[in-house]
């Protein structure tokens, strides 16, 4: 059986929509926790089909204060010297990004909430096409679009909102994984930031969440569909 690993670093930030698509294709997940367990020796050790290296509430360069991360981009690192899939969203991407040499900073300004996105031209001819609902959005990181890299993907806050090395490895700044059933959970653990920032309202995002999740879902799994199609062939 295929199986894919995913690396959360919160419980509330999981493979949402993209793990419905995996059972309907019967293949295993499987999560590893950041800080918690052996990422390298239990990835290198049984190198699943597809790596995917999940968003979380701290900064790709934050290596001092959180050893894990390090270990993290040497996972990533050795995924792309083999030309394996591998998907990152939004920590995850600016992940990918650091592995890759780029430089990962603050943006200066959080997104945080539901908005839409804008394709490049190699973003509408990509599985993002599938996409055209606002998604959500939530990061006060960004990232230098690393060499080699196709931008897919940009708003106006974020000019890297999503960016492909080749077929079989995938940056999405956004996340389109999300689910409406999970939004609360952001709510409660990302309280403190939602208080913090600007213009960002707990019940804005509940209410875009009731007028874009159900849409963002299905789009969002056709999406991811035809990415795991492209990434296996």
Known sequence: MKEVVAVRHVAFEDLGSFEDVLADRGIKV???EAGRDELFERVEQDPPHLLVILGGPVGAYDTAAYPFLAEEMALIRARLAREQPLLGVCLGAQLIAAALG???YPAGVKEIGWGPIELSAAGNASPLAEIATPVLHW?????DLPAGAVRLASTTACRN??????????????????????IESWLIGHACEITG???????????????????????????????????SA
Not at 139 to 143: A, M, P, R
Not at 204 to 209: C, G, L, Y
């Open 30 to 32: 499987t999560y590893l």
């Open 139 to 143: 990061h006060g990181d960004t990232f």
């Open 197 to 231: 920032t600007p213009g960002v309202s707990v019940n804005d995002i509940r209410a875009d969440t009731l007028e874009y999740a159900s849409q963002l879902e299905d789009q969002s799994r056709k999406f991811f569909g035809r990415w795991l199609d492209g990434a």
């Open 161 to 182: 909102q999503a960016f492909a090395v080749g077929r079989q490895v995938l940056g999405l700044q956004f996340h389109p994984e999300a689910t409406g059933a999970a």
């Open 102 to 104: 780029a430089r990962v």
